[in-house]
Every structure is written in structure tokens, then in C-alpha cells.
């Protein structure tokens, strides 16, 4: 079995691929039924790679502090073995796979810290159900075996050094971390793709525009950049446009004077200024009044500001990273945004995919939040079901990530105000997410959605035979459709009526989203293929919440 790590390390393999076959080469030779391999990121462990556990295990986060038996194996260099009786919590409780939602019984565990070059790196993990799998010669194997496993990391660390050092030509910090410090979590090709390409044009210097719909983290994407930038080290001033009143933007953005209007009783620095060597994150850029946006115009053109009351200039040096949900070429033809600014903020368009386009992270986003919310509420452990899962991932997500992380936050409440115990393992079921299932589009046909496969092709949370067998009657459709009302599914059962209007409201909003998709996020083509006119669309569009 160690011969099949040791070929892994001379192989190009992509990162997730060579750990991922590691962790599953070691389940099978310790005969096990789960192993995870953690790093170590200030203060808590993250999943990197692991073989037997819910897919929703590799979007946590585990505090060390609140996790005991984690604690103890960081604290030492040898194999830590908790016997089955130890009173010291499990943290995946109710995580392994075929065992998800439920306690583990009495089982053994062992742990091992890894260091790479005499740094504490993070640790690998052993679960297994029958008693007596951990004896001595299998501790003594774990050392051997964490050596090898150090080794691919190692390797792993390298290969990602070197990439990032011919794409940028800086020199890249912390090569030991594999996963990142920012909080943008994903394994999907549409973001693995967009995160490459960020990693690259933030070294540039350009402005970047980062074109989005509401909830897909537009502001995460914004510190990404700027932390890969070689402005990291200057601060990073986040203003939202949308939320300033014209009255004060011009104060807000460039300063203003003693005495230049009523209530100015000092001199005030603006955000150019706050922001000088660093990054100025102008959010909701699409909002600012066309009055502001000539006098921003004139500050990126010149490199200087003005304080409001004051004829003295101020040299700037900042990088402007402007997002918007709006699709400001658009705006520019109706005559709501100046066309010479937006060609100055669009030096580098980026579009952040929604959610929907995403569905390989759903499940890894919901683990993330679950394990915020367990540590925020106090609580055990909080799972989703299988039928939870399968509501998650056929729903459209019209809030994206932010809409997901209410409906986690909703549903662990709503099972504590229903009497649920904060000292057992809580496992939501759909009908505390409380989503709605539109109907599918006339003369869509029905997408059957299948469950994630990760980069080494293993089933992501797949499902035992007794628990598949729930559902061997319930059909499963994809984003925006519905399962029909089958008294014998137990979700299905669950469904209820949603009243005509809201049905005709998602139908529309589908429709004007895969136009849109279709057609690039070009509004007249899309209102053109969907045969309105273009000012009606705009106008429907914002009725449902769209922009």
C-alpha cells in the first residue's frame, strides 16, 4: 500500500487528487472506516483530503480549543490512541459516512500530528468501528506512514509554490499552507478557475470590476485580490456606494475641510486617502449618482483629489477594485452610468458564478456553515439529512451564498425553538430549510441530478444501500424543479402548495436568468430572445429581485 503513495509523489497530480489517494490508500490499509487529513490555520484544523466522511465534513472548520481530542494530538509527536471508552467528545460525531446524522458508538480513534521542516503542519486522523483495529503495531505503522504522507505534502506544497512563482514571478509566502487563509471555500471548476485567474490579475495592478449577482461574496473576492496583490501590507478600504447619500459622498470619498459646510468642525481624510498605497474597494460602484461618478472620473484620470472646501490637491496612489450587481454597459446606453468611467473600471471584468452554477460546493458551503452555527449556538453537532441534502442541491439558490447561509442559520433555530437538546447530534431535515421547489419550466424537460464526484472520482457524501433505498421512489430533479407529491417518499410528502403567483414569479425569474446566461449577461439580447422590450425587462427584473 505505501508503494502507491511513494508512485504518487513522482506523478503530476493534480493537488486534491495525490492527498486525496493518500488518505484512501491509508483507510484501506489500516482497515478503517475513516481517515482525514487536517491543516492547521492559526487556530483551527480544516479538512484537506479525507476518505469515509460526509462531503459537508470538508467545508468546517474545528476550532482546537473547542475540540479536545484535536488539542491532544497537536500537543504531541507520537500517535495519540483514545481508547474506545475515552469521555473526551469526537468531532465527527455524526460525520462518517454510513453512519451520518448519528452518535459513533464506541469505536477507536488514533492521531498523529505532522510537522514539515520542524513546523507543526496539522495531523491525520483514524475512525474505525470495531474495537482493537488501533493495537501497538499499528501505531508503530502510523509513524511510518506520517512520514510518507509529510512527504506528499511537501510535495504538494512545491508543486503549488512553482506554479504561482511562473504565473506571478513574486515570490509567493507560506508555501507550506495548502489551504488558503481567506474564507472563499470551493472545489467546483467554475470557482477553482475564477480563483486562478484572480491570483494572476492581482498582481497586475489593474482595477478589477467584479461583476456579480447579490450573495456571491463579491467583497470575499475583493480581499483576495488585494491579499495576493503587492499591496497587501497597505490597507484595504471598503466603501458602500449604495449606501452613501449624495449629500455626503464627495465628503466620504475625498475629505473635506473645517468649515466646509455645516457640522465639518475638523479636517477629515477621505477614503483615497485612508486608502493611500493600498486597495479602495468601491462596492455597489453602480449606485453613485452621475454627479459623484464625473468626480470620480476626474480623480482616477488624474491620480489626485481635492478635500471638499479646499483648493490644495492631494496626490493618490490606490488600486480601485469596483463590483456591482448591475450590468453597467447596460447602464451606460440607458444613460445611468458614464460610459468613460465604467471603461475606467472595467480595465478587468471579472464575473463571479452563482451558486447555481456552483452545485459541487453547495454541500461543502453547508458543512461550513453548520459548523459555525454548532459553535455559535452551542450545540453537540448539527448535520443535514439525505433528504436535506437533496433539497439543498435542487434548489435554484436566487441569494446565492449569502441565501444559503440564512437558510443553515434558520434551520438550526428553528430546531431549537422546537425543543431540540443542545447536548445531542441535531440532523436537519428539508422541511426545516424551508425552500421552495418550483415547478419545472413548460417544455424544460427534468434534470435528474447526480450526487458530486471530488477529483479522484470517489462519490462525495455518497449514500449506503439502506439509506438509497428511502428514496428508490423519489424522483429527484435539478435547480429549479420539483419532486411530484408521492405519498410514500418521505419528502415528497412533505411538499405543499405554493400559490400561483409565487410559482409564476420563479418560472420568470428561471427564465430571465438563463437568458441572461445564454446571452452573456448582454440585456438586449437577452430581452430580445425572451421577445420584451428592453426597458420592461430591466424594470421586471428588478421587481424580482434580480438587480
Not at 183 to 199: F, K, N, Q, R, Y
Not at 231 to 243: E, G, T
Not at 333 to 346: C, T
Not at 436 to 464: C, K
Amino acid at each position: 500500500m505505501d508503494q502507491l503513495i511513494l508512485a504518487d509523489l513522482v506523478t503530476d497530480l493534480p493537488n486534491a487528487v495525490r492527498l486525496q489517494r493518500a488518505v484512501h490508500t491509508m483507510r484501506e490499509r489500516f482497515s478503517c472506516d475513516a481517515v482525514g487529513l487536517l491543516s492547521l490555520d492559526t487556530d483551527s484544523l480544516r479538512l484537506v483530503a479525507a476518505s469515509g466522511l460526509a462531503h459537508e465534513a470538508l467545508g468546517r472548520r474545528f476550532v482546537v480549543a473547542q475540540h479536545p481530542r484535536f488539542a491532544t494530538i497537536l500537543a504531541r509527536r507520537e500517535p495519540t490512541w483514545f481508547e474506545p471508552g475515552s469521555v473526551l467528545p469526537d468531532p465527527y460525531d455524526g460525520l462518517l459516512d454510513d453512519r451520518k446524522g448519528s452518535p459513533l458508538p464506541v469505536h477507536d480513534c488514533l492521531g498523529m500530528s505532522l510537522y514539515l521542516e520542524g513546523r507543526l503542519w496539522g495531523a491525520v486522523t483514524l475512525d474505525a468501528l470495531k474495537t482493537g483495529t488501533f493495537d501497538s503495531a499499528a501505531q508503530l505503522e502510523l509513524r511510518r506512514f506520517g512520514l510518507i504522507l509529510a512527504a506528499a505534502i511537501r510535495i504538494t506544497a512545491l508543486e503549488k509554490e512553482n506554479r504561482n512563482l511562473r504565473q506571478l514571478g513574486t515570490t509567493v509566502s507560506g508555501s507550506m499552507q495548502i489551504i488558503d487563509e481567506n474564507e472563499i471555500l470551493g472545489e467546483s471548476e467554475a470557482i477553482s478557475g475564477l480563483l486562478h485567474e484572480l491570483d494572476v490579475v492581482a498582481d497586475s495592478d489593474l482595477p478589477v470590476l467584479l461583476l456579480g449577482e447579490t450573495g456571491v461574496g463579491k467583497e470575499l473576492f475583493a480581499r483576495r485580490v488585494h491579499r495576493h496583490s503587492r499591496r497587501s501590507a497597505k490597507p484595504m478600504v471598503h466603501i458602500n456606494c449604495a449606501a452613501l447619500p449624495e449629500s455626503l459622498a464627495e465628503s466620504e470619498l475625498f475629505g473635506h475641510a473645517k468649515g466646509a459646510f455645516s457640522g465639518a468642525t475638523s479636517d477629515r481624510a477621505g477614503r483615497f486617502e485612508t486608502a493611500q498605497g493600498g486597495t479602495l474597494f468601491l462596492d455597489e460602484v453602480g449606485e453613485l449618482s452621475l454627479s459623484i461618478q464625473a468626480k470620480l472620473l476626474r480623480t482616477l484620470q488624474n491620480g489626485e483629489i481635492q478635500r471638499l472646501g479646499t483648493d490644495e490637491t492631494i496626490k493618490t496612489d490606490v488600486r480601485i477594485i469596483a463590483a456591482t450587481n448591475r450590468h453597467l454597459k447596460e447602464s451606460t446606453l440607458a444613460g445611468d452610468f458614464r460610459a468613460d468611467l465604467y471603461h475606467r473600471l472595467s480595465v478587468y471584468p471579472v464575473h463571479i458564478p452563482p451558486l447555481r452554477e456552483r452545485d459541487q460546493d453547495i454541500l461543502l458551503l453547508a458543512g461550513h456553515f453548520l459548523e459555525f452555527n454548532r459553535a455559535r449556538l452551542g450545540l453537540r453537532g448539527v448535520r443535514l439529512s439525505y433528504a436535506a441534502e437533496r433539497a439543498l442541491l435542487s434548489y435554484g439558490w436566487p441569494g446565492n451564498v449569502r441565501e444559503l447561509e440564512h437558510v443553515i442559520s434558520r434551520g438550526a433555530l428553528k430546531m431549537l425553538s422546537r425543543g431540540a437538546s443542545r447536548d445531542q447530534i441535531l440532523t436537519l431535515g428539508p422541511e426545516l430549510l424551508d425552500l421552495d421547489i418550483a415547478a419545472p419550466i413548460a417544455g424544460q424537460p427534468d434534470i435528474l441530478v447526480s450526487r458530486p464526484h471530488n477529483e479522484s472520482g470517489f462519490m462525495i457524501g455518497a449514500m449506503t444501500q439502506e439509506d438509497d433505498s428511502l428514496y428508490d421512489n423519489e424522483p429527484f430533479y435539478g435547480p429549479g424543479s420539483s419532486q411530484l407529491a408521492n405519498p410514500a417518499s418521505p419528502y415528497g410528502a412533505q411538499q405543499k402548495v405554493v400559490p400561483l403567483r409565487q410559482t409564476l414569479e420563479t418560472a420568470q425569474r428561471m427564465a430571465i436568468q438563463q437568458a441572461l446566461g445564454a446571452c452573456n449577461y448582454n440585456w438586449s439580447q437577452a430581452a430580445r430572445s425572451l421577445e420584451l422590450d428592453s426597458s420592461n425587462l430591466h424594470k421586471l427584473a428588478k421587481k424580482l429581485g434580480l438587480k
